[in-house]
């Protein structure tokens, strides 16, 4: 059972365009979201997160949306720049009880010069 | 500030053989976790530790890995006898917050096992 799903494997983006990396849950009880990325023979990095409290949050050139109703997240990264190029990963976790993270299965982006 | 420590960073063994794994946390982390991350797939996580106990194991194959951490800091994780399926890298992070809050994770580089 799939609780996080990324279903794009891998996206392609042109150097200073918008990247949007797309995210679905299915546990209502998720009320933590995050974002990490992953760059090849190191271990995943923390980029941005987002409580259900909020609907959006920034950070530089990274935006996290999150619509509680439709149970979907997205990470814009805005301009896209060649060092964006990794497998970001989508994870959640409910804000009672044990802190654990479920993770997606990844989307790995490729900025192109 | 140390990141989270990990050792071997690589291993390959034949099946039915055994093997282990070591993670230093960050320093003052009370939370530890060890993940298996197998090719192509997000990172799944095996078992939680919160100082020395345990307190999520669901998800740990109690009859081949097990796991400890003994006086709250450095964790080793050991498969015996590893299967083809356990090829995967295993993944430790560490927590500053306790059970029960959220935060962010920090991992380390990662071990990687290959079942030969």
């Known amino acids: 059972d799939q609780q996080v799903k990324q279903n794009s494997p891998s996206l392609s983006v042109q150097e200073g365009r918008i990247s949007i990396l797309n995210c679905d849950y299915t546990n209502s009880m998720f009320d933590y979201f995050l974002w990490y990325k992953k760059y090849p023979a190191e271990g995943p990095t923390f980029l941005i997160s987002i409580s259900s409290i909020k609907d959006k949050n920034e950070d530089g050139r990274f935006t996290v949306f999150l619509n509680k109703s439709a149970k979907h997240l997205s990470l814009h990264i805005v301009p896209s720049q060649p060092g964006d190029s990794a497998v970001y990963f989508c994870?959640?976790?409910?804000?009672?009880?044990?802190?654990?993270?479920?993770f997606g299965q990844g989307t790995r982006l490729t900025i192109n010069p | 500030e140390a990141g989270v420590a990990q050792s071997p960073r690589y291993k390959i063994i034949e099946k039915r053989q055994s093997v282990a794994f070591w993670c230093n946390p960050i320093?003052?982390?009370?939370?530890l976790y060890w993940y298996q991350q197998i090719l192509g797939q997000g990172p799944k996580l095996l078992i939680q530790?919160?100082?020395?106990?345990?307190?999520?194991d669901s998800q740990l194959p109690k009859d081949r890995f097990s796991a400890e951490r003994l006086k709250g800091v450095d964790s080793t994780l050991k498969i015996q006898p590893a299967k083809l399926e356990d090829s995967a890298v295993y993944l430790c992070?560490?927590?500053?917050?306790?059970?029960?809050?959220?935060?962010?994770?920090?991992f380390g580089e990662g071990s990687r096992l290959t079942v030969l």
């Open positions: 994870a959640a976790s409910p804000i009672q009880g044990a802190q654990k993270l479920v």
């Open positions: 530790f919160q100082n020395n106990g345990v307190v999520d």
């Open positions: 320093s003052g982390h009370a939370t």
């Open positions: 992070a560490s927590s500053f917050h306790r059970v029960g809050r959220t935060g962010e994770l920090f």
